[in-house]
């Protein structure tokens, strides 16, 4: 059974600072989603990693992923408040079962001046 | 513009009651799914489905069941055996095939049970 956990699941930063999400998977998973959700809200696709070594970046925000360690990470660097959101990731089991994800628990993200 | 709708927004339900939260995507997704949200916590899926006609249960589907008649919609019925329906709720769709794992998500339903 495929198990997500993310950690930190708080996490308090200051703006300009840089942190790191990490989001360990606990068997052989294909590709790695993260995503995004803003409080009462839905969740948004931030990025999709497709295999090992995989980095993409988007503003502030960077992704890899790392298949033999199972683990992906989300970088934020030079924090804004604009980021405090909730961050999940995701991995899915492959095969037939590609839009089967199982997501962590989410990291909620507050960024004080 | 594409996307796809939930509805109700917000839904207060009593004990005993069945419930049925729509979702249609006219994205022309082959895929969908539901999620289940609780306070604090990931997402679940409950159900899915791959194809019209065709779906399957997910982690958690004892008390849910669905249809899936149209390509475009998908609806959840909550009924009276979930013991614990209160809840956050997403539909989700996606490409089919190996694409499939990017799922865009609705607005979401929130099931209230007094």
């Known amino acids: 059974e495929l198990k997500v956990e993310q950690n930190p699941l708080f996490l308090s930063m200051q703006e300009g600072k840089n942190y790191t999400i990490y989001c360990n998977y606990s068997?052989?998973?294909?590709?790695l989603y993260w995503y995004r959700q803003d409080p009462g809200k839905s969740l948004e696709s931030l990025f999709v990693?497709?295999?090992?070594?995989a980095v993409k970046q988007e503003g502030r925000l960077m992704a890899s992923l790392d298949t033999k360690a199972r683990l992906s990470t989300l970088h934020i660097t030079a924090a804004v408040h604009d980021l405090s959101a909730t961050y999940f990731c995701?991995?899915?089991?492959?095969?037939?079962?590609?839009?089967?994800?199982?997501f962590g628990q989410g990291t909620i993200l507050t960024v004080h001046p | 513009d594409g996307g796809i709708t939930q509805s109700p927004k917000y839904l207060f339900r009593k004990e005993g009651q069945n419930v049925t939260l729509s979702c249609e995507q006219n994205?022309?997704?082959?895929?969908m799914y539901w999620y289940r949200q609780d306070p604090g916590q990931g997402l679940r899926l409950i159900y899915y489905?791959?194809?019209?006609?065709?779906?399957q249960k997910g982690d958690i589907a004892e008390g849910y069941s669905v249809s899936r008649e149209k390509k475009e919609s998908f609806p959840l019925t909550v009924t009276s055996a979930q013991k614990n329906p209160t809840a956050f709720y997403l539909c989700?769709?996606?490409?089919?095939?190996?694409?499939?794992?990017?799922?865009?998500f609705g607005e979401g339903s929130r099931l209230t049970v007094l």
């Open positions: 989700a769709s996606s490409i089919s095939g190996e694409g499939a794992g990017e799922l865009f």
């Open positions: 995701a991995a899915n089991a492959g095969g037939t079962s590609y839009g089967k994800l199982t």
């Open positions: 068997t052989t998973s294909d590709r």
């Open positions: 489905s791959q194809i019209v006609n065709d779906f």
């Open positions: 994205l022309n997704h082959d895929a």
């Open positions: 990693l497709l295999s090992n070594g």
